[in-house]
């Protein structure tokens, strides 16, 4: 077993209770398991990142500040990210 951090941003913050949570997993696990460990008290939050069985189309995912995917691998002390799109700024 080993602990990763999850940052959370935005309305993601909100329905989670926190911009920063840290969960345990197995030695072999990726980042959907993750994600799971997350999630596991955490169902408002669950109906807002899922539609259906597939994560939604405006939650970005990223792993040591790169981009990453349900299937990606994840290591002790990893940084996990989970935010919806940025909009807006000036021009």
Do not use: K
């Amino acid at each position: 077993m080993h602990t990763v951090t999850w940052r959370l941003f935005a309305d993601l913050a909100e329905v989670a209770d926190g911009r920063e949570h840290t969960v345990s997993i197995d030695s072999d696990a990726v980042v959907e398991d993750a994600l799971d460990a997350l999630l596991a008290d955490r169902e408002a939050l669950r109906d807002r990142v899922f539609d259906g069985d597939a994560l939604a189309e405006d939650v970005n995912l990223m792993r040591n500040g790169s981009p990453a995917s349900l299937s990606d691998p994840v290591e002790a002390e990893d940084e996990l990210a989970m935010f919806p799109p940025v909009t807006g700024g000036a021009r």
